[in-house]
């Protein structure tokens, strides 16, 4: 069929080129061309713009469509996450307190392994305390103990003793 009169007016004009027109029937379409020039002919399509443009919206719908929800995937999978890092960390200051006031720290359930991992080193670091702090109130008990035997010894050989701090010249005695 013979080409719309802007096609032509376009040959013309140029020897390549790409446009927009509207045909007799109000049909848009996207036209382009090319003229050679050792034989002077010129090539041409025109494709009505809906044939293009409907396939491409619908590509970019359902791109647009995956990735909101894989952003939405996403934000969930982290929310998870962070909230089970959250839960651990809750859990290990719990363990950290109670390790500060002297007493056994209980092992957090369902933690992540670096965090239980840490939360067993906190319980082992809470009973060698533990120990410690029997060892020094036995040696605190002894030592009063002795302290009362020397006091009863001075006390019946009616003797006594004295300190004398050079650095402060003070002097205490029993």
Known sequence: QKAHPEFLKQIDAHSEGTFELTTDKDMPIHATFKSSPQSGWTVGIAIPKQRIETPLTHDLLMLSLGGALLLALSLLSASLVGKRIAKSLRALHAAAVALGAGTLIPLPVDVLHETHELSLALQNSANRLLR?????????????????????AQHIAQIGNWKWEAGTSTVRAS
């Open 132 to 152: 410690r702090t029997q060892q020094l109130e036995v040696a605190n008990a002894s030592l009063h103990e002795r302290s009362i035997e020397l006091n009863e």
